[in-house]
């Protein structure tokens, strides 16, 4: 009984089941359902298409366990990250240079925003020309893909630094090294993780596009090869991958950007 | 200048002499406007000097010029003899939006003058720092974010984060706007508490007279370039004070002779 009486006063724990969002699985389930029925019916343009279940069949029963399939991701992986981190060890530095000297500016910018409104894919034959290798041009086309977006958010990160914090520095006599990178820098970090968001986005999209005009390999030309040889399964099964993929990179980069800024955890 | 208290004059720091200051600002037009005219003014050191205007009449330009953030046009500014050339830990400012560093802790923006200045260890300037803290009422939270701080401590933490650098001048540019009513009372008591226990120079700045009365030694009166500073008027209130000062007669002439000051030029348009 006096057991009973002390369980009772300690507050119930709460049980950490997530929630179902009923109006989210709604949403997908629904999705594949009119896809489905748009197969079955055969409404024109999905006639060629395979059904959910089918792709789900190809799936399983030939590219879960192929080598093949998983080298493509590791491919294209690798090129994203690479070109994803090139961009960022140039694009850090440069953008800082933009924003803290205004000769440096003065001299290069220019040049900078004449390139910046050329599109990734643009670059494509000349970087093949310029690389020496094929893999070399694709992590080049990858790399300007994040690299404009990088450098133009940390310089503008370095303009909106808020005098406020730079004269506080000063009154407490920090020199121009201690000002740069104690208040510099952690005032560019949300900027340099916005570069990093849109870079990652930008960066998949990119090298999906560049293995399907450039390449052998990588999930991009996976998929192009499926429309090639009229496989659809394999478009899909591309498309989804590719999704996946640039979704993961998201989250991981998301990850990396909360242990940047732990003043920003507990908003 | 002194009223008596010459000997005690001597010994504080912080005696300001502004002499024909100048200063404008170029806008996108290249149109020229100036903020501060051939202002002249002098702060005694040792007292609770309050600066009192409406917005745009340059009372901020005023203390960024004092704490050096600013270069003056023309004229000088000098303390204790010295000319003002850029800022410095002798004088140092709470800012009206807060300036603490949001990726340090408290504790580390508290630290950081004295450890940026290499003056005391590491652990010395930790120490230092929880006193202070501690006398703010701020110790629970020196391992927290500001962004995780109430406007009231973010207050606070500035103050403790300023005074490590045991400066001659506090600058205070309307540091309690914006709070509500009661963390505004109760910090305006924290202050008037810390400097009548320390008497340290300071320029403070607001747009409310409660706050300019309840404060001042002196409440000067700014107005928007060319006469920027001519007027003054002594708040001859005891010390110590608390907040039943504002129910005394004093203080209600006072205040009236205030708000003739103030508002002796403005008219009132319909």
């Known amino acids: 009984m006096s057991d009973a009486t002390t369980t009772s006063r300690v507050a119930p724990r709460k049980r950490r089941i997530p929630r179902i ?45 192929d080598a093949g399939y998983w080298h493509s991701w590791l491919v294209s992986f690798k090129r994203v990250l690479y070109g994803f981190i090139i961009a960022q060890i140039f694009g850090i530095p440069l953008g800082l240079l933009f924003g803290t000297s205004r000769r440096f500016r003065d001299l290069f910018f220019p040049v900078f925003e004449l390139l910046r409104p050329i599109p990734p ?22 790399f300007i893909g994040a690299f404009f977006v990088i450098v133009i958010n940390v310089y503008d990160g370095v303009g909106s630094i808020r005098n406020e914090h730079l004269w506080l520095a000063r009154s407490m006599g920090a020199s121009r090294l201690s000002i740069f990178r104690r208040i510099m820098l952690p005032s560019v970090i949300p900027s340099i993780a916005v570069g990093m968001t849109l870079g990652i986005a930008i960066t998949w999209n990119v090298v999906i596009a560049a293995e399907m005009i450039a390449s052998d390999s990588g999930l991009g030309r996976m998929t192009w090869e499926g429309y090639v040889s009229s496989t659809p399964e394999v478009v899909l099964i591309g498309m989804i991958s590719i999704g996946l993929a640039g979704f993961l990179s998201s989250l991981t980069v998301d990850w990396i950007e909360r242990r940047m800024m732990p003043w920003q955890r507990n908003r | ?23 404008g600002f170029v806008d996108k037009d290249g149109h020229r406007e100036d903020v501060i005219d051939a202002c002249s003014v002098e702060f005694e050191p040792g007292r609770l000097n309050v600066v009192m205007g409406q917005s745009g009449c340059g009372k901020s ?12 046009d023309r004229g000088s500014i000098e303390i204790d003899g010295r000319p003002v050339a850029g800022p410095g830990p002798d004088r140092v400012m709470v800012f009206q939006e807060t300036a603490l560093w949001p990726w340090m802790t408290v504790t580390d923006n508290v630290v950081f003058g004295p450890l940026v200045r290499n003056e005391i260890s590491g652990a010395e300037a930790r120490q230092k720092a929880e006193v202070l803290l501690e006398r703010f009422g701020l110790i629970d939270f020196k391992d927290k974010y500001p962004d995780q701080l109430s406007g009231g401590m973010k207050r606070r933490a500035e103050i403790a984060q300023a005074l490590i650098n045991s400066p001659d001048i506090m600058i205070l540019d309307e540091p309690f706007r914006g709070l509500d009513v009661m963390t505004r009372e109760l910090l305006q008591e924290y202050y008037l508490q810390l400097f009548e ?25 700014m107005e928007e ?20 000062v504002t129910a005394t007669e004093r203080y209600l002439e006072l205040k009236q002779q205030a708000m003739n000051l103030l508002y002796a030029d403005s008219e009132i348009t319909e």
């Open chain 2, 61 to 72: 330009t005023l203390a960024y010029l004092l704490a050096g953030y600013v270069k003056a």
């Open chain 2, 225 to 244: 370039a060319p006469n920027n500073i001519r007027q003054a008027l002594d708040i001859d209130l005891a010390r110590p004070r608390s907040f039943e």
């Open chain 2, 197 to 221: 226990d320390t008497r340290l120079t300071t320029l403070f700045i607001t747009s409310e007279l409660e706050e300019a009365l309840f404060l001042a030694d002196r409440i000067y009166v």
């Open chain 1, 121 to 142: 894919l643009a670059w494509v034959p000349i970087s093949i020309l310029f690389w020496p290798t094929n893999e070399s041009s694709i992590v080049f086309i990858t």
């Open chain 1, 21 to 65: 969002r009923w109006r989210g699985a709604a949403s997908i389930a629904s999705f594949f359902v009119l896809w489905h029925l748009a197969v079955v019916t055969g409404i024109s343009g999905f006639a060629e298409l395979p059904t959910p279940v089918a792709t789900l069949r190809a799936f399983f029963a030939e590219y879960i366990t």
């Open chain 2, 1 to 23: 200048m002194g009223s008596g208290t010459e000997s005690a004059a001597e010994e504080l720091k912080g005696h300001i002499v502004i002499r024909d200051l100048c200063k």
